[in-house]
């Protein structure tokens, strides 16, 4: 690319021109420099410093000097062509003012000529500026992003508990931009300090010893700097502080949404999120207010210097005439930018310094210690010695696990049995590296090089959203004949011809339209694939059906594995006699150790625990089935049928007058009576904001051109007063707007979340979380903080340019024949320019949120990708996604930078044709020398506004793209309250007894999709306990959605009581049912406010809601007891701790009718026999429906309704079923 294509940053060119004839896309953009991708950004980052936030920051300065201090040079010549502005301001004006003759004409009109060249040279300066500056700024969010992702993919257990996912999410997004931006702000201090020193040197030389007033009003900003430094300081951390905690609360409740639903939470939720909300507006309104009356002082500095110098001169008794007197307004005008921004970059430095500060405080989280070298012979088998192992949580005063010793051979099984909360997963966590021990150790046996090859499969599984082939390969390589073993092995294969979209069907986030039972088959699939010499399994098995898992083993836990290594945690002990040797724990510590013979014979305490499941076997319970089958979201809305996630959406065009009007209608607030006056005080505060200022430089005309009728003094005096107006103007008009633009962000965001809390349950199927969370994250910042200042600054320059062109037209009327054709010239500049600068900012902003949601994604997975060791392969996809994004926003500033190079000679043209004419008019004497100043020094700013006022603009009109989203988010589709009418109003007290009648219902999760229930009719009577059973897929789960309605009946109804639920409020409706469900979820919070979000229980209801799950004896171990905490997910309790704590707030509800989606799958046959008894006699009266998962319960039921495709096939008693035919119904 030759020089002037680089200098005018021509690369963008092709892009403009493409942009006039299509709407852009993410293939038609620049391609990303080499340079720029995350993959380099290590090399570039090696001299950084991570000692402390002031280290990293300005070693920052040196590590990117290849884009750093080009940076500076071409703002320090931007600096200095500015300042040669004014000394042709004096000799232009001196030749003026001494009345121009023949000789001295063109002297002026040079003189003018190279004002308006300073100017574009300044201009074009600046841009190149930019462009270093953004390279560096994205080097430096490369290096920052690949070290938060790799530290995050590497935290310990208790780090990831401290750290809640929303914290995380905010230190990629908010802190390391901060802290990126550090190195602009220190151009701008550089240039900004050589900017003043430069005006204060000419000061003295133009007006000699009067300008030391003038300095020592500027030496007086040191101290004001430094405490509005600390304020700024502490007001953002205060606020990042509530921003965090607002996110994170999204964060879990868009993770657990279902649970919210089914509790009818929403009221509860968004009551909670409002009050951080109202913490976080409150700490943004002290620090905008801060920063507004710190920017408006320190704009208001160089009008008090001018007034100071030029009063000191007239005092002194100094000749004040127009030379000398445009000359200091030049001058000063220079400092208007510098002292107006002092208050943003002091807000933009102090932002760096808590950025990095908060990034190095989480740097310092703790980590696991992992061999990443795996064995070279991956095929030798591996055996595992323990010996006197000790193990405890991080922080934890007592052992999990205590003096466990045990061999196990290479290639043999292990089964590790025991009660809820026993040590069973911390002892695979230790095996994996997860946990150290505090004493004894681990071995490996051979002993070698390197770690052993392990598969480790999670209670709940790890399910990543893409295909289904890319979540069995995860990242391995495989041939077609392995994954369809492994189809086999894992009996997917009978699911996989149910999938339109065969291995390329889209999975969900969190694999949200799988069944429990797909996704342990899933992992376990994934597992084979990965052919491990350590299989470590935490309880899969709990999420199938009996039939299922006997396949599972004979074909694959003692088929396929059976010369691997293999270690259980398990609560099914139907297989126990397979085993090798069983581990059963008690209290954290080894109760036995043997064969399943031996320790019938040797162990009284494990005879006892196997005696209670044999028990409940004798009564029928059996398998677990397949869980509940999420089948709804595998039906979602799609166009394709192998997709669940719905593409991001993105408007394209020029972004709609609608869009302009819903933001400045919420900044006219909700009061229609008052919001007209309200927008008319927005708009007069603006024009009287543009206004003041040249009535104040008009006055100072004035003065030159009439100094025989007033004393300088005098004139100064009436100068100082303007000011004041000026100043008190701007600052009135400056906290309005921060005020309306805070009141329009709260509107927004309060809008967003009802919307999004009465949105359907397809849409959060459909919809990833991190791209929900964007836009409570990010959008909603860019609503708070940026767009009331660009809408301002926007109409603000739009003021001054109007005013520039009806002062020159007015004055010189002749000037229109430059002007007209000029700006025709920028009207289509700027009109080829925002095409695709508006297309690239949003699919920079479309781009951002892939980065996050996989960010997040790998956050919920961390033991499972390191046992799997694919931090690397995770690493990479972040890459990927990360590049795609920096592609995205090269694009989006090259082409600001392609226009805003083009401004500046635009702005030139109009400087020297104001130039010619004004020396014209003034040769011909049509203007004097006052007018001449005045004029000249509007031209001059001119182009600087035209400049200015586009970007702001364009910033505006991409700010204008978070509206965008956040309205389409703020109009979702709702769940419908009441779907008919009721015939009488809903009792107060219903339902009292729980009779339940469905009569040809008929549901489908779409129009266009076929109907899934096809006319199901059968009665419930008061009270008793009613299984549900039928194969996957029949229409199970359809049918207790439509029973909560998250999907709607199309016809027939579901009655309770006599009352159509069609006609009950959702409210109503969803918290007089309650719900078990098989996956347990918690919140972060409290034992208590997990029970009983709304307070409307005792503190012994709910103890005794407790006892009755058999969670109490544990609860009061816990510091706190009902008030101990419960972090994110219930990370610090056990699956099946969970999962009881689930039961006892579905228990405190005293519902009369209550849906069990296999409560028990995850504890021990002790605690389920408790939880069943505790069910028998608790729930007595109490409406029952039961998804079938195990014989047993289906056994202890009243009836048994068996669905099949869509229908009920039968309607039987338990003891009117066979064995055979109750298996066949629930695979």
């Known amino acids: 690319m030759n020089f002037f294509r680089r200098l005018l940053f021509s690369q963008a060119s092709p892009l403009v021109k493409l942009a006039k004839t299509k709407y852009l896309e993410e293939s038609d953009l620049l391609p990303l420099p080499g340079h720029l991708h995350p993959k380099n950004a290590g090399a570039q980052g090696k001299a950084l410093m991570w000692d402390s936030p002031r280290a990293l920051l300005f070693s920052s300065v040196v590590a990117l000097r290849k884009y750093t201090y080009p940076a500076y040079a071409w703002y320090f010549m931007s600096s200095l062509f500015a300042l040669f502005s004014p000394v042709l301001v004096n000799r232009f004006i001196g030749l003026v003012s001494a009345g121009l003759t023949q000789e001295t004409l063109v002297p002026a009109m040079v003189y003018g000529v190279l004002l308006g060249f300073c100017g574009f040279i300044s201009g074009l300066a600046m841009q190149h500026y930019f462009f270093n500056s953004l390279q560096a700024h994205q080097v430096m969010m490369n290096l920052m992003n690949e070290r938060i992702f790799l530290h995050s993919l590497n935290l310990s257990q208790s780090a990831r508990q401290k750290n809640q996912v929303g914290d995380i999410v905010n230190y990629m997004s908010s802190d390391s931009e901060n802290v990126a931006d550090f190195n602009s702000v220190v151009g701008d201090w550089f240039s900004n300090v050589m900017l003043i020193i430069g005006v204060v040197t000419m000061l003295f030389y133009y007006i000699g010893w009067s300008a030391f007033a003038a300095l020592a009003v500027l030496l007086t900003l040191a101290p ?731 910033d505006m009109e991409s700010r204008m793209t978070s509206i965008e989203r956040l309205k389409y988010f703020s109009n979702l589709p709702a769940e419908i309250s009441v779907m008919r009418a009721p015939l009488e109003p809903v009792r107060e007290t219903w339902p009292e007894k729980g009779a339940i009648k469905v009569e040809g219902l008929k549901a489908r999760y779409a129009a266009h999709l076929p109907l899934v229930l096809k006319g199901i009719s059968f009665e419930v009577a008061p009270g008793s306990r009613v299984g549900i059973i039928g194969r996957t897929g029949s229409g199970k789960s359809t049918f207790f959605q439509s029973l909560f309605r998250f999907i709607e009946a199309e016809e027939g109804s579901i009655q309770i009581d006599g009352i159509d639920i069609a006609t009950v409020e959702l409210e109503k409706l969803r918290r007089s049912l309650a719900i078990i469900p098989q996956d347990p979820t918690l919140f972060m919070g409290t034992i208590r406010s997990n029970l009983d979000r709304y307070e409307e229980y005792t503190d012994e209801e709910v103890i005794r809601a407790l006892q009755h799950a058999s969670m109490w004896d544990f609860v009061q171990t816990m510091p706190l007891q009902l008030q101990a905490i419960v972090s994110e997910g219930g990370a610090n309790l056990s699956q099946g701790q969970r999962q009881l704590l689930c039961l006892a707030r579905a228990l405190l509800t005293e519902a009369k009718v209550i849906v069990m989606d296999e409560a028990t799958a995850s504890v021990d046959v002790q605690t389920d026999a408790l939880v069943q008894k505790v069910i028998r006699t608790s729930f007595k009266g109490v409406t029952m429906l039961i998804i079938a998962h195990r014989l047993g319960t289906v056994a202890d039921c009243d009836q048994i309704v068996e669905i099949a495709a869509g229908e009920v096939k039968s309607v039987r008693k338990p003891s009117e079923l066979s064995k055979e035919e109750i298996e066949e119904s629930i695979v």
């Not at 069944?515 to 342990?520: D, L, V, Y």
């Not at 009284?604 to 397949?626: C, D, P």
């Open 224 to 954: 004001l700097t430094n405490y509005v430094a600390k304020k700024f300081t502490h007001l953002d951390e205060e606020m990042m502080l509530h921003r965090d905690r607002r996110v994170t609360l999204m964060t879990q409740a868009m993770n657990a949404i279902r649970v919210v639903k089914f509790f009818a939470w929403e009221k509860s939720v968004a009551k909670e999120v409002t009050e951080v909300r109202e913490k976080e507006l409150l700490a943004r309104r002290r620090m905008a207010k801060a920063e507004v009356v710190s920017s408006v002082g320190y704009l208001g500095v160089s009008s008090i210097v001018l007034f100071v110098a030029l009063a000191m001169h007239a005092w002194r008794g100094e000749t004040l005439n127009a030379a000398l007197i445009f000359t200091c307004i030049s001058l000063f005008g220079l400092l208007e930018g510098p002292f107006g921004d002092i208050s943003r970059m002091i807000s933009r430095t102090t932002n760096a310094f808590v950025g990095a500060r908060r990034l190095l405080a989480y740097f310092q989280a703790s980590q696991v210690s992992l061999e990443l070298n795996e064995r070279v012979d991956a095929r030798q088998a591996v055996g595992i010695s323990f010996d006197h192992l000790n193990v405890r949580h991080e922080g934890a005063a007592a052992n999990v696990l205590s003096d466990v010793s045990v061999e196990i051979p290479a290639g043999s099984s292990l089964a590790i049995v025991g009660a809820v909360g026993t040590g069973k997963s911390t002892l695979l966590l230790s095996v994996l590296g997860e946990l150290a021990p505090t004493q004894g150790h681990i071995r490996f046996i051979p002993e070698s090089q390197g770690r052993p090859r392990m598969a480790y499969v999670p209670q709940e599984a790890y399910i990543v959203n893409g295909s289904l082939l890319e979540n069995l390969k995860f990242g391995e390589e495989a041939t077609d004949s392995d994954i369809e073993k492994s189809l086999y092995l894992s009996c997917l294969q009978r699911d996989l011809q149910e999938w339109s979209g065969g291995l390329r069907t889209e999975i969900g986030e969190k694999g949200v339209n799988l069944s429990g039972g797909q996704k342990q088959r899933l992992a376990l699939a994934r597992a084979f694939l990965r052919k491990p010499q350590v299989v470590l399994l935490d309880d899969p098995l709990s999420a199938v059906d009996g039939s299922t898992e006997d396949l599972l083993c004979e074909r694959l836990l003692f088929g396929e594995w059976k010369n691997t290594t293999r270690i259980v945690a398990t609560h099914r002990l139907e297989h126990l006699k397979s085993f090798d040797q069983i581990l059963f724990v008690q209290e954290g510590k080894v109760a036995a150790v043997g064969t399943y013979e031996e320790l019938l014979k040797t162990s009284v305490s494990f005879k006892s625990f196997y005696q209670e499941h044999a028990k409940s076997q004798g009564e029928g319970s059996e398998h677990e089935k397949a869980a509940h089958e999420a089948a709804a979201a595998m039906t979602v809305v799609k166009t394709d049928a192998t997709r669940v996630t719905e593409d991001e959406d993105r408007e394209v065009g020029a972004v709609k007058s609608t869009v302009y009007w819903d933001y400045v209608s919420s900044l006219g607030g909700d009061n229609r009576k008052w919001k007209p006056w309200i927008l008319a005080l927005l708009g007069v505060g603006t024009v009287s904001a543009s206004l003041f200022p040249l009535a104040q430089k008009s006055w100072l005309s004035y003065f030159t051109d009439h100094q025989s009728v007033m004393t300088p003094l005098f004139a100064i005096g009436i100068y100082g007063l303007l000011g004041i107006v000026v100043l008190g103007g701007s600052l009135m008009n400056h906290l309005f707007w921060l005020d309306r633009g805070i009141k329009a962000g709260k509107d927004m965001h309060n809008k967003m979340l009802a919307s999004v809390l009465r949105a359907p349950i397809r849409f959060f199927d459909s919809t990833p979380v991190g791209r929900i969370l964007q836009r409570f994250s990010r959008d909603v910042e860019s609503v708070d903080i940026y767009l009331q200042w660009s809408f301002d600054s926007a109409l603000h320059c739009a003021m001054q340019v109007v005013i520039s062109i009806l002062l020159i037209v007015t004055l010189m009327p002749a000037m229109i024949v430059v002007i007209v054709p000029v700006m025709m010239i920028y009207y289509v500049a700027q009109r080829d320019y925002r095409r695709p600068a508006r297309e690239a900012k949003r699919m920079d902003s479309v781009a951002r949120s892939p980065r996050f949601a996989h960010f997040k994604e790998s956050l919920q997975g961390l033991v499972v990708i390191r046992s799997f060791n694919k931090t690397n392969w995770f690493a990479e996809n972040f890459y990927q996604k990360l590049a795609h994004s920096n592609r995205m926003f090269y694009s989006h500033y090259v082409i600001n930078r392609w226009f805003s190079s083009r401004i500046p000679m635009i702005g030139g043209m109009i400087s020297m044709a104001t130039a010619i004419g004004v020396s014209l008019s003034a040769y011909y004497r049509v203007i004097d020398a006052g007018t001449a100043g005045l004029v000249t020094l509007y031209s001059l700013s001119f182009w600087g506004y035209l400049n200015w006022g586009v970007r702001v603009f364009s």
